[in-house]
């Protein structure tokens, strides 16, 4: 069964790092990509990076420069980090993992990363 599972939150200053991990069990016949959204209270749930099968990743205007994500693939898993250097308050929000398969998206619990100032 595909449960992505997220780790790597928590509380940093602003103008500090963290990095997010996300694991997966997905066949490679049917795995398209993976993404990290995130959505902070009051707003709606926004695509912070994403990155295809093909290892190809693609950026909100928001991050770009400063997020970097990558892939790794070992035996039916998959795992996903989003690298956060320099971050900002207005990146306080709770970020979920997406896989993406042939037939479904399915999705993270969320892990909060809160950015002090």
Do not use: H
């Amino acid at each position: 069964q595909v449960q992505p599972v997220e780790s790597g939150g928590g509380l940093v200053q602003a103008g500090g790092s963290l990095r997010l991990s996300c694991s997966a069990s997905v066949s490679l016949f049917s795995f398209n990509g993976m993404a990290w959204y995130r959505q902070a209270p009051g707003k709606q749930r926004e695509l912070v990076a994403d990155i295809s099968s093909g290892g190809i990743g693609n950026y909100a205007d928001t991050v770009k420069g400063r997020f970097s994500i990558n892939i790794f693939r070992d035996n039916g898993k998959s795992t996903v980090t989003l690298q956060m250097n320099r971050l900002k308050p207005e990146d306080t929000a709770v970020y979920y993992c997406n896989v993406r398969t042939k037939t479904l998206n399915y999705w993270g619990q969320g892990t909060q990363v809160t950015v002090s100032s």
